[in-house]
């Protein structure tokens, strides 16, 4: 399978990208693609999945396996499950942009955690406007389908849906990506007056 192509070839990454999608929509390849031509190879995979804890999980294990495989080693690739702003903070930089994958995840690992969501979103939003380089965020998109029958479930796909809307609000590009088609939603060079 080819992977997705930028929608423009050379050009740069704006500060903030988010790409959302269903579970193999093809967010991760399309947003690999951006970075690996914005970036010549420089720049930060920050993988939200914690491989330690992965290896009790066979099915995610094999998920990361396929992550690194795919991208090869060109990334420099930090896993950070929990402390996603502060790590943002230390690594993007002017020629390093990173790559965030995955937001839903991260949010997963939030709740598990016991964390305030609210807390931990508003830190995040915070740091946005103080990144020294570009970021790419991915999350899956979790409101398209029926409502979820347990608590749970429905907590988890408010949060999810809330933080879409304040990273969109933030973001100067927003993809949705369709069976691994790019749909870009929010870009301010395409408006045409």
Known sequence: MQA???????????AMTLILGGVRSGKSSYAEGLMREASQGRGVYLATADAAQAEADPEMRARIEHHRARRGGDWTTIEEPLALAETLLGQAGPKTPVLVDCLTLWLANLMAAGRDIAAEINTLEEAL?????????????????IVPENATARVFRDHTGLLHQRLAACADRVVFMVAGLPSVIKDPTLVKE
């Open 4 to 14: 997705s192509r930028p929608l423009q070839k050379n050009v740069s990454l704006p």
């Open 129 to 145: 406007p103080r990144l020294a380089g570009a970021v790419v965020f991915i999350s899956n998109e979790v409101g398209l389908g």
